[in-house]
């Protein structure tokens, strides 16, 4: 970023203090310069001691050449090189006569004394060098002596007026940066709404140093102290520049981006000490500081949150959440230990057209029919057959998309690669993305309590409500009569909220028997459900064939076993994508009968199609399965047999990502009845339950406006409101 970069306005920060510079008034003229009659002779002054070079104003230099310039360059221009050093030796000698030279002819003209003040002659001489072109060219050579070739000791510099001028630069460079860093003191001081959610993305770095970088704050500063960040980093790398911008500025005047940055780095776990220390150099706030700091934020929140969920529809989501205890000092009573608590967060989208408040009688009359009317195995097939072609459309255009996007194919070298044909089918239904369906989450309170139980399940409940103020008998009576409110969670979270409620199915009032309760598990976790499923199904051994062989030969460590700690998932789901990918292209080499893939760049773009739809029939489908089973009598494949399958289910899960990445819950929906048998033969019974539930939900005990308000907000939210940045 160079000093001259132009950044787009942001608004002004309101209520900034002023620094020391707001004691003078920037209008403030001295009075011999009102009352001078001449513009460009600006060395008259009243007092020569009272002047200060520091002081001057910009209105003060002269806007138009002067006439001193002019006449600078007449007489430079009759002046020939050859006499040129004959005249300065004659000047010398008559400076002599008068008993002068050099220095003391200088210090006399550069406002010596009185005399030299006022004297017409004297004014008009000292102010041609002031505002000569040659005057840069005098400092840079008393600064730094030319070489003469004809010298005898031409190998070495004189030292000339390095050091007094140096000297006098740092001074000059010390007062400026003083003045100017005590007149921007205002843009680094934060306001008394600091510690809010506004407060704390007011600050934009962009902004500042446009601030910066006007005349009324610290150009000059900013430009000596990025040059030095940007030297440093070219040289020595980002450490000493930064420690070179915090030497620049004040720890007093810094709590503007002090105050962000300790709240960034508490929120990222790091320790008291580290924070203390961080303050003790001047980088962030202390540790203390940062407790109060988040119970402030916190109440501010929660304050905020319980205005929301009276005007805008909500939902809940909560999980367990798991927190190791250190000490410094063990004692008996005081030991490092591990603890579970629970966690939870309130969604709303408050930039969204509001829809109507979900209507709790039309919800329990429809629950009541659905009971009546369970959904069929039947059904779900038929469900299954009606989204086929769907499916079927969006497998094909992964499989083509894994050989476009491959390196060694190069669609970059690919003549059809515009093609409409190669476009991604439609989502069946998307979400739709921008500004306006950006989802806010508030963060409740983490308590201590276990929610694997039905004792802490009902404990929750209470404890969420006792937080948003919905506890009290007036709002239990709303909330059962009138209120519809979705809750999230895993499988074990789900359950326990299924199982609490069939409980209290006989409770006397529709608060209590909740019936205003609508639960839905959280499509991460059946993702990761999902991901496991393969890993048990085609884990095979290290000699035969499957994920084990795979994942040995591309060296990938704690993938032996499912676990649902860590980065498991993360890792296993990385390793299925790298097998499948591997498995696709290599079908891709038999079904096109080409050694290479860059080879299938002689493909036409309808011939890739043909052939993806090929490929998906003969390695990646039930047909392709049964058809060697058939012959697995006399001439079946086992190991061909195993990697269409695999072919098939990876697909599913490929596509399954591919949805809940792009927001396309119409496919999600599709999925259901896939992954409800999946699970069902898998032996997964618990979620193959929860995608029963949730199938007898969106086609049987759900309203429009609830399964609408399930599908479009509490399946996936979008925190940023930017394409592909859903969350599940």
């Not at 609508?518 to 059946?526: D, E, K, S």
Request: hydrophobic share 40%; aromatic share 8%.
């Amino acid at each position: 970023m160079s000093a001259d970069t132009e950044f787009p306005p942001d608004p002004t920060p309101d209520d900034l203090l002023n620094g020391w510079g707001s004691l003078f008034d920037e209008n403030d003229e001295d009075a011999d310069t009102l009352n001078h009659n001449t513009e460009y002779d600006s060395d008259r002054l009243s007092d020569a001691s009272d002047w200060d070079p520091v002081e001057v104003r910009d209105e003060e230099v002269p806007r138009v050449p002067p006439i001193h310039l002019a006449q600078t360059r007449a007489l430079r221009d009759r002046l020939s090189s050859a006499n040129k050093a004959e005249r300065v030796v004659a000047i010398l000698e008559h400076m002599e006569s008068l008993d002068m030279n050099v220095p003391i002819f200088l210090d006399a003209l550069s406002w010596g004394d009185d005399g030299c003040i006022s004297n017409a002659k004297i004014q008009y001489a000292r102010t041609a060098l002031m505002v000569s072109e040659e005057l840069p060219g005098i400092l840079e050579r008393w600064h730094k002596v030319p070489q003469a070739s004809t010298s005898r000791h031409h190998h070495v510099r004189p030292q000339g007026a390095r050091k007094a001028l140096e000297k006098f630069a740092l001074d000059c460079v010390a007062n400026i940066m003083d003045r100017e860093l005590e007149a921007s003191a205002p843009i680094f001081r934060s306001s008394k709404s600091s510690l809010s959610e506004e407060g704390l993305k007011s600050f934009q770095f962009r902004e500042v140093a446009r601030q910066l970088q006007e005349e009324s704050a610290a150009p000059n500063t900013y430009r000596l102290l990025h040059g030095a960040m940007c030297r440093a980093l070219r040289r020595r790398g980002a450490l000493a520049a930064a420690d070179r911008v915090r030497q620049g500025l004040s720890r007093k005047h810094t709590d503007a981006w002090t105050k962000p940055l300790t709240v960034f780095l508490k929120a990222k776990g790091v320790s008291a000490k580290a924070l203390d220390l961080l303050h003790v150099l001047g980088v962030s706030m202390s540790h203390s500081w940062s407790v109060r700091a988040y119970a402030r934020i916190s109440a501010h929140a929660m304050e905020t949150v319980r205005l929301l969920i009276l005007v805008l529809l909500w939902w809940l989501a909560y999980d367990n959440v798991n927190f190791a205890f250190r000490v410094f000092s063990q004692r008996i009573n005081n030991q490092s230990h591990f603890d579970s608590g629970t966690t939870g967060s309130i969604f709303v989208k408050p930039f969204a057209p509001q829809a109507p408040p979900l209507r709790s009688d039309t919800l329990r009359e429809q629950r009541i029919a659905g009971r009546l009317n369970p959904i069929t195995l039947d059904e779900i097939v038929s469900l299954e057959v009606d989204a086929a072609p769907r499916i079927h459309s969006h497998i094909v255009n992964a499989v083509l998309r894994m050989l476009l996007d491959c390196p060694e194919f190069n669609i970059g070298l690919y003549s059809g690669k515009d093609n409409t044909i190669l476009s991604p089918p439609p989502p069946v239904h998307q979400l739709p993305s921008g500004p306006l369906h950006i989802t806010k989450q508030y963060v409740l309170g983490t308590v201590h309590i276990d929610e694997s139980s039905y004792e802490g399940t009902d404990d929750l409940i209470k404890e969420w409500f006792r937080q948003l103020h919905l506890n009290g008998i007036d709002e239990q009576v709303h909330t059962g009569l009138d209120r519809v409110v979705v809750w999230i969670g895993d499988q074990l979270t789900v359950e326990r909220l299924r199982g609490l409620w069939n409980f209290r199915c006989e409770d006397r009032n529709p608060y209590d028997r909740l019936d205003w309760l609508v639960v839905v598990f959280g499509w991460f976790h059946l993702l990761m459900a999902f991901a496991n499923s393969l890993h048990r199904q085609y884990f095979g051994s290290t000699s035969g064939k499957g994920l084990r062989q795979a994942f040995a030969l591309l060296n990938r460590k704690g993938l032996q076993s499912v676990q649902i700690k860590g980065p498991f998932h993360h890792h296993l789901h990385e390793g299925i994508l790298h097998v499948a990918e591997a498995h696709i292209l290599d079908c891709w080499k038999r079904v096109g009968k080409v050694s290479r893939l860059e080879d299938l760049r002689d493909r036409a773009p309808e011939e890739l199609m043909a052939l993806a739809e090929n490929l998906v029939e003969t390695y990646a489908s039930n047909d392709a399965v049964e058809d060697l089973e058939a012959k697995m009598d006399d001439q079946g494949d086992e190991v061909l047999q195993h990697a269409i399958m695999w072919n098939r289910d990876v697909l599913y899960y490929i596509i399954l990502h591919r949805a809940i990445r792009t927001g396309d819950v119409g496919m999600m929906e599709d999925l259901l009845p896939h992954l409800f048998l999946r699970f069902a033969g898998g032996r997964n019974h618990k979620y193959a339950v929860e995608c029963l539930e949730l199938l007898q939900g969106l086609h049987r005990e759900w309203p429009d406006d609830v399964k609408r308000h399930i599908r479009e907000n509490c399946w996936l939210v979008n925190l940023k409101g930017a394409p592909r940045t859903l969350k599940r």
